[in-house]
């Protein structure tokens, strides 16, 4: 199984800063790698795919990139509904894995 | 708008099977090049994907489970299923259903279910 490690697992933030959660994968995955946000008792919602696309709808505060092993998430100007839990998948091979999330807090 | 939506018993006793249905609803389960599929949550914990069915029928089991799961998909009805057999209170969870389009990631998430195995 392909590990998945986030960093840090939490962080504390500001409005107005920008943020960047970072993810290893323990082997290769290319750019098959995607990110949710996620808040308190609600359903993940899709914010990336392969890397540094957009899911439809998602805002251009959110980016990210990286290939291979290493890759982050960026948020440029964090705004109040941005504080939420951040999760990576790689979705390179079965079984599909999870990082162990990065809760975004003030 | 694509729609998907988990229905489950929400209380399961140990050593049973766990039921739960997923409904598709805005757009055709049949369409070519779709993984359908489930991901659960335990409590305060993060995320574990179960289960995916290709549109060809074809299945995908997390290994840490896959002798205690069975995944399906009626396309008459518009739904794809999952069964978890022996539950214990490992299980307790809320279970989400999804969408990906072939090589790609998830698109889609349904709501989410939580259902308790009590100890």
């Known amino acids: 199984d392909i590990q998945m490690t986030q960093s840090p697992s939490s962080l504390s933030a500001s409005v107005g800063d920008r943020v960047t959660i970072t993810c290893r994968a323990s082997?290769?995955?290319?750019?098959?790698l995607a990110w949710f946000q996620q808040k308190p008792g609600k359903a993940p919602k899709s914010l990336i795919y392969a890397t540094s696309n957009l899911q439809s709808g998602v805002p251009s505060k959110f980016s990210g990139s990286g290939f291979g092993t290493d890759f982050t998430l960026t948020i440029s100007s964090l705004q109040p509904e941005d504080f939420a839990t951040y999760y990576c998948?790689?979705?390179?091979?079965?079984?599909?894995?999870f990082g162990g999330g990065t809760k975004v807090e003030i | 708008q694509l729609q998907l939506q988990e229905s489950g018993p929400g209380l399961v006793k140990p050593s049973e099977t766990l039921s739960l249905t997923c409904t598709v609803s805005?757009?055709?389960?049949?369409?070519?090049?779709?993984?359908w599929g489930w991901i659960r949550q335990p409590p305060g914990k993060g995320l574990e994907w179960i289960a995916s069915?290709?549109?060809?029928?074809?299945?995908y089991y997390n290994p840490s489970l896959k002798t205690r799961l069975t995944i399906s998909v009626d396309t008459s009805k518009s739904r794809f299923s999952l069964k978890v057999s022996s539950v214990t209170a490992a299980d307790t969870a809320v279970y989400y259903c999804?969408?990906?389009?072939?090589?790609?990631?998830?698109?889609?998430w349904g709501q989410g279910t939580l259902v308790t195995v009590p100890s």
């Open positions: 999804t969408r990906r389009p072939s090589g790609l990631a998830i698109d889609y």
């Open positions: 082997q290769g995955i290319s750019n098959y």
């Open positions: 998948q790689q979705y390179y091979s079965y079984p599909l894995t």
């Open positions: 805005g757009g055709s389960i049949s369409s070519s090049s779709f993984f």
């Open positions: 069915i290709y549109y060809d029928g074809s299945t």
